[in-house]
């Protein structure tokens, strides 16, 4: 199966009420563990990659043709999305001419002004491409790379303009954070999302969902959210796994030090994670 843009599946989650997963890959395992989670569960995913993952991992068009390439050889059956996480004008554009299938143009820490023309001039280059368009208003907590968000509350006013500028689905600031939730997090604002749910029809999306509690996850998608990005989540039970692994002494027995046997556990965590998670988020199977 090829590629899809995000269009009809996000829509038919905002009118449904649920959401689908968007899962950050960061290399070969992460791509194969979130595939399987998909397949198994029989849902469609969105798999993302971050400006930071994709230098890591070679480049853009390095990371689609792994994905790709993947889905091939694991005989992925359900509707994939391509896309880019948090990139800067330059990164969508770049995205665009790759053959993603969905770009963010996260220009929330840019005057709101140039955030709307510039996102205007992505939409346009996007959607004569079909690719689906992902902005943000209000700034997200916590640092995606390099660029730090106090986790303020997305205005109301503003996210009716950049909705009306065509985009597929929008990032709005309700409380949430990347990276771990501090202890003295005071939780999404309902009555925020209410207001934004209830002014456009966008489908809204809730970044930072590694640590929220599933009564808030689940109750923010009954108002509105549409899409749920997951990465840290993925990243600490791989972690912890591998050092499961690693403490037990098993890259000590046999060939265990492979890393083909080093990484597996860690891997398959990365898999019961998304597939805990896509339980979260009520997808339903593919028919």
Not at 228 to 240: D, M, Y
Request: aromatic residues 6%; glycine residues 10%; proline residues 3%.
């Amino acid at each position: 199966m090829s590629f899809v843009n995000g269009n009809e599946i996000f829509t038919a989650a905002r009118k449904g009420h649920y959401a689908v997963g968007a899962f950050n890959t960061n290399n070969l395992e992460w791509t194969r563990a979130i595939l399987k989670g998909a397949q198994e569960t029989k849902t469609p995913v969105l798999i993302q990659v971050s400006m930071g993952a994709a230098k890591y991992m070679g480049d853009y068009k390095l990371v689609k043709n792994l994905v790709e390439n993947e889905m091939r050889v694991m005989n992925i059956t359900v509707p994939v999305i391509m896309h880019l996480d948090h990139g800067n004008y330059e990164a969508a554009k770049e995205c665009i001419e790759a053959g993603y299938t969905s770009v963010m143009f996260d220009g929330h820490d840019l005057p709101f002004a140039e955030n709307l023309e510039k996102t205007k001039e992505i939409v346009k280059l996007a959607h004569a491409k079909n690719i689906s368009v992902e902005a943000e208003v209000g700034s997200i907590g916590g640092t995606e790379d390099g660029i730090v968000g106090l986790g303020e509350l997305a205005d109301v006013e503003e996210a009716k303009k950049m909705a009306a500028t065509g985009v597929d689905y929008l990032a709005c600031g309700i409380g949430n954070i990347h990276g771990k939730y501090p202890a003295n997090w005071k939780g999404l604002s309902f009555d925020r999302l209410k207001e934004l749910a209830d002014a456009i029809d966008t489908p809204l999306v809730l970044h930072g969902g590694s640590g929220i509690p599933k009564e808030q996850v689940v109750k923010a998608i009954s108002m509105g959210i549409s899409k749920v990005n997951i990465n840290t989540e993925c990243q600490l039970s791989f972690a912890a796994a591998t050092r499961k692994y690693i403490e037990a002494g098993k890259d000590q027995q046999g060939k265990g030090y492979d890393p083909r046997k080093l990484l597996a556990d860690g891997t398959q965590a990365i898999t019961d994670t998304v597939e805990e998670i896509i339980g979260w988020l009520g997808t339903p199977a593919v028919k």
